[in-house]
């Protein structure tokens, strides 16, 4: 490999490692202006949870007023119990609305195998209605007494008419609302519940009282439309950029068209002149010419023909044409021509060429 085509590749590496950065230069900021629409996730999570107490009858056998929660009890010894609700749902981004809430007792007769055959729900709270403004938390903490008695005495009742089994008393908290936000175009529902449950009419029967408080909260998806300055620069410089590299690209291949035409002329005239070396004249300065009759041959081959008749030096001479090959004899001259590629780009030196022995 010659010393000229070691000393092009840092050239050649430098200007495809700038083309690349430009080409994904452009098309970062294309796709970035172009992409003027995303997807907008809103959502929150609720979370309850519910302390109780079991205020138990006067003169009961446990010679107690209330037990704690998580306890078993008798039924038949259960007076009231004492009740606070706390619910709270966080929100991804700021909400603005009303929601209310309210208790609602459900009094479930369930057969033998279990299916629900009657059941009466009650609201035993009046709704309370408050407001948000631009917050990203709900807090409700409400307590409430909750007279086991009248429901066990209803549960009874129905029982002994009905010839059923227990059922099951089930109180909860509802909570409603509708909520706005600067980005959603449609209200935001919030409908939950958490509740207490608990046998009725199971008398001298261990109860345990069970809650549940588990919700999975809600998520809304949007697109919204971005497109800001930001995203029109980006598609102006892009599209700049985008007409910039392709003029780039017509230059370099441009570029080295002329290159490989202008390379494979040199390397043309250097072999004859290599090649031939013992039979060729170079000449500072054009001959002339202007008594000779010339005759142009087509190959280097067909200049040789001559030489091997005629045995004169050929001489070598390079005019803004190409370079010249002219062998001369009497008043007879044979000139083979190799064309100079025609470029707009400064001339190439040319390689010195091998000293003469």
């Known amino acids: 490999m010659s010393e000229k085509v070691k000393s092009a590749w840092p050239h050649i590496v430098f200007k495809f490692c700038v083309f690349v950065a430009l080409v994904f230069t452009c098309a970062y900021l294309l796709l970035y202006g172009l992409d003027t629409t995303r997807e907008y996730h809103f959502g929150y999570k609720e979370h309850g949870d519910i302390d109780y107490s079991v205020q138990l ?37 700021a909400v603005t609305g009303d929601y209310e809430y309210y208790l609602v007792a459900s009094v479930v007769a369930n057969e033998d195998n279990g299916d629900k055959l009657w059941s009466n729900s009650t609201q035993i709270t009046e709704a309370t209605k408050k407001s948000l403004n631009n917050s990203k938390k709900l807090a409700i903490n409400t307590q409430e007494i909750i007279y086991y008695r009248e429901y066990d005495q209803i549960m009874q009742r129905f029982t002994e008419e009905y010839g059923t089994s227990a059922g099951t008393l089930r109180v909860y908290l509802v909570v409603r609302g509708n909520f706005t936000t600067e980005v959603m175009d449609r209200p935001v529902k919030l409908d939950s519940t958490i509740s207490l449950s ?141 064309p100079k590629p025609k470029t707009k780009t400064p001339a190439l030196k040319r390689r010195v060429a091998r000293r003469r022995k």
């Open 57 to 93: 009858k006067s003169g009961n056998f446990f010679n107690e007023e209330s037990i704690a929660a998580g306890e078993t009890y008798f039924s038949d010894s259960i007076d009231a119990i004492d009740t606070t609700f706390k619910y709270g749902a966080s929100f991804t981004d």
């Open 198 to 338: 608990m046998p009725l009419a199971k008398k001298a029967v261990n109860m345990t009282v069970s809650t549940d408080t588990d919700n999975n909260g809600k998520i809304y998806t949007k697109k919204v439309n971005i497109d800001d300055d930001r995203h029109h620069f980006c598609r102006f410089a892009g599209m700049m950029l985008f007409f910039a590299i392709l003029y780039l690209a017509f230059a370099l291949i441009r570029n080295h068209y002329h290159e490989r035409r202008a390379n494979a002329y040199e390397y043309t005239v250097d072999k004859y002149r290599e090649n031939y070396d013992n039979i060729i004249v170079d000449l500072k300065t054009p001959p002339k010419t202007g008594h000779l009759h010339i005759a142009h041959v087509q190959t280097f081959g067909e200049l040789l023909d001559v030489y091997n008749s005629v045995k004169q030096p050929i001489n070598y001479f390079e005019a803004k044409d190409g370079a010249h090959f002219l062998l001369a004899n009497g008043r007879l001259a044979w000139v083979f021509i190799i």
